[in-house]
Nanobody, 123 residues
Framework: QVQLVESGGGLVQAGGTLRLSCAASGRTFSSYVMAWFRQAPGKEREFVAS????????YYADSVKGRFTISRDNSKNTVYLQMNSLKPEDTAVYYC????????????????WGQGTQVTVSS
């Protein structure tokens, strides 16, 4: 079983920057596709970004493309989400997810999920 722990959430002003981290357990971290999802109050959970295992190929939702950057450090079993030019619309609980078998990374079919970390962007 994979354990995921997010950190780095907080309160920032619009236009600001925040970096989220997700630490994963296990010896096969590099084999997992990692992703970030988010859920705002009253809204459905939505895909934010994903990154493949060894190759580290990223994939982004249109809403964050050009502003957010996903990356991973397989030696540290950690995936990151660098969030720049934050908007109030980015306010949500951000969740880290992992799975070995992913063909459509934007779908909520990941086997493992973190507890979430709150990101609040003030205007």
């Amino acid at each position: 079983q994979v354990q995921l722990v997010e950190s780095g959430g907080g309160l920032v002003q619009a236009g600001g920057t925040l970096r989220l981290s997700c630490a994963a357990s296990g010896r096969t971290f590099s084999s997992y596709v990692m992703a970030w999802f988010r859920q705002a109050p009253g809204k459905e959970r939505e895909f934010v970004a994903s990154i493949s295992g060894r190759a580290g190929a990223p994939y982004y939702a249109d809403s964050v493309k050009g502003r957010f950057t996903i990356s991973r450090d397989n030696s540290k079993n950690t995936v990151y989400l660098q969030m720049n030019s934050l908007k109030p619309e980015d306010t949500a609980v951000y969740y880290c997810a992992a799975d070995l078998l992913v063909t459509r990374p934007w779908r909520e079919t990941y086997d493992y999920w973190g507890q979430g970390t709150q990101v609040t962007v003030s205007s």
